[in-house]
């Protein structure tokens, strides 16, 4: 069964961090991209972030350049996203989700996890 956990959410008050876990299973790790998405009440669900366990490629949206940083610990079947500098326009629901290609596009990704909040205050 694949399963994507997402973990690492939580209150911090704006110029903070976060770091997320992302805990995958069920699928052979290293051949997929694991990407980032955040969604906000009432907004799409958008692309954050993303990285191919096969070849260490990344992918940043422009809102977080700078900011944001995804590792992958293939170890452990676990990818990050550090979340530092945050701003109160960062709060969201923030899933991770698995698929084959390198994108911000929701729809190609084939599994997601049930998402974390995140909330950042001004």
């Known amino acids: 069964e694949v399963q994507l956990v997402e973990s690492g959410g939580g209150l911090v008050q704006a110029g903070g961090s976060l770091r997320l876990s992302c805990a995958a299973s069920?699928?052979?790790?290293?051949?997929?991209?694991i990407g980032w998405f955040r969604q906000a009440p009432g907004k799409e669900r958008e692309g954050v972030s993303c990285?191919?366990?096969?070849?260490?490629?990344?992918y940043y949206a422009d809102s977080v350049k700078g900011r944001f940083t995804i590792s992958s610990d293939n170890a452990k079947n676990t990818v990050y996203l550090q979340m530092n500098s945050l701003k109160p326009e960062d709060t969201a629901v923030y899933y991770c989700?698995?698929?084959?290609?390198?994108?911000?596009?929701?729809?190609?990704?084939?599994?997601w996890g049930q998402g974390t909040q995140v909330t950042v205050s001004s």
């Open positions: 989700a698995a698929g084959w290609y390198l994108s911000r596009d929701p729809i190609k990704y084939d599994y």
């Open positions: 069920g699928f052979t790790f290293d051949d997929y991209v």
């Open positions: 990285i191919s366990n096969s070849d260490g490629s990344t």
